[in-house]
C-alpha cells in the first residue's frame, strides 16, 4: 500500500485487488460511487462478496487506509456461511468469472490482470484450505487440475505463460496442495 493518505487504483493496478481480502465488512464506499458504477453482489451463497469488493477498488480514485480496529469477526462458528461453503464449493470460481465479466465489460481488465490473476490464486489455496469434506477438496483440486489445461477458463491464458503473474510462494503452496490431496 502506498505511504500516503489516500491512494487510488491506479497507483497500484498490479495489486489493487490484492492489498485486501474481498470481505466488504471492513470497508467503506460511498454510495453514489457504488450506484454510478452499478456495483452489486452476485447472486451466489458464498464469494458473493468478491465480484463487489475486487471491482469497487480496481475502480477506486480515491482509498484512505487506517490501521485502527473498528470491527472483531465472529469465526469458528459451525453455522455461519464461512463453515458451510463445502456445500457450494465452486461458486469462489463462479465469483471470478462474473468478476472477470465485469472487469472486462469495463474496459480495465487489461490493466489489473496480473491482480485479478493473483486474487484468484490465493482464493484457490484459500478455497482449497478452507474445504472442510474429502467431497469438497475433491471438488476444488479437480477444478484447478481443469484450470492447470490450456488455455484455463479463468485467465484464459496457457500456464506457462501465467508465470509472471503469479506470487510463486502461493503457486507452490497451491502446487503442493493440489498433489498432496489429489
Not at 491464458?157 to 508465470?163: D, F, G, M, T, V
Request: net charge positive.
Amino acid at each position: 500500500i502506498p505511504k500516503k493518505d489516500s491512494f487510488c487504483a491506479k497507483d497500484i493496478l498490479d495489486r489493487i485487488m490484492n492489498i485486501t481480502s474481498p470481505g466488504p465488512c471492513n470497508k467503506l464506499f460511498r454510495k453514489d460511487f457504488i450506484k454510478k458504477h452499478e456495483i452489486t453482489f452476485a447472486h451466489l451463497n458464498n464469494s458473493e462478496d468478491v465480484p463487489f469488493t475486487c471491482y469497487a477498488i480496481s475502480l477506486a480514485e480515491r482509498i484512505s487506509c487506517f490501521e485502527e480496529t473498528v470491527l472483531h469477526i465472529r469465526r469458528g462458528h459451525d453455522t455461519n456461511l464461512e463453515a458451510t461453503k463445502d456445500q457450494n464449493s465452486l461458486e469462489f470460481y463462479e465469483a471470478f468469472l462474473i468478476l472477470k465479466a465485469r472487469l472486462i465489460q469495463s474496459g480495465i481488465y487489461k490493466t489489473v490482470e496480473q491482480s485479478f490473476v493473483n486474487r484468484a490464486l490465493d482464493s484457490c489455496v484459500y478455497q482449497l484450505e478452507s474445504m472442510k469434506t474429502e467431497f469438497g477438496k475433491k471438488e476444488v483440486t479437480d477444478l484447478l487440475i481443469a484450470e492447470a489445461s490450456t488455455p484455463p477458463l479463468l485467465t484464459g491464458k496457457a500456464p506457462k505463460s501465467l508465470i509472471i503473474f503469479f506470487n510463486i510462494g502461493t503457486l507452490n503452496k497451491l502446487s503442493f496442495a493440489i498433489k498432496f490431496i489429489g
